[in-house]
Nanobody, 119 residues
Framework: QVRFVESGGGLVQPGGSLRLSCKVE????????MAWYRQVPGNQRESVAT???????NYTDSVKGRFTMSRNSAEKTVHLQMDSLNAEDTAVYFC?????????????WGPGTQVTVSS
């Protein structure tokens, strides 16, 4: 059983920063490819950032240069550092994981954490 504990969401002013964290409990962390997704009500969930088990990252174009995803094996945690936030970043952010052999979907999802960018 894989369980995620997400933290770090909240309200921030435009131009501000937040750091999301997702701790993986109950499973082997190092084998998983991890991702952060976000969803706005009425819209589909979109991929924001991914990181492979080897630490290779990828970002959607709208966050490149502003967001940084990292992983810490000792803490079994992934982080999403979000800088220069704007209103379009407002969404519920979800942590996700998949084994390397599963290529078409993420298998495990966190409950989500709300990020609101507003003055």
């Amino acid at each position: 059983q894989v369980r995620f504990v997400e933290s770090g969401g909240g309200l921030v002013q435009p131009g501000g920063s937040l750091r999301l964290s997702c701790k993986v409990e109950g499973s082997v962390f190092d084998v998983y490819n991890m991702a952060w997704y976000r969803q706005v009500p009425g819209n589909q969930r979109e991929s924001v950032a991914t990181i492979t088990a080897q630490g290779v990252t990828n970002y959607t174009d709208s966050v490149k240069g502003r967001f940084t995803m990292s992983r810490n094996s000792a803490e079994k945690t992934v982080h999403l550092q979000m800088d220069s936030l704007n209103a379009e970043d407002t969404a519920v952010y979800f942590c996700a994981a998949r084994r390397p052999q599963v290529v078409d979907r993420y298998e495990h999802w966190g409950p989500g954490t709300q990020v609101t960018v507003s003055s």
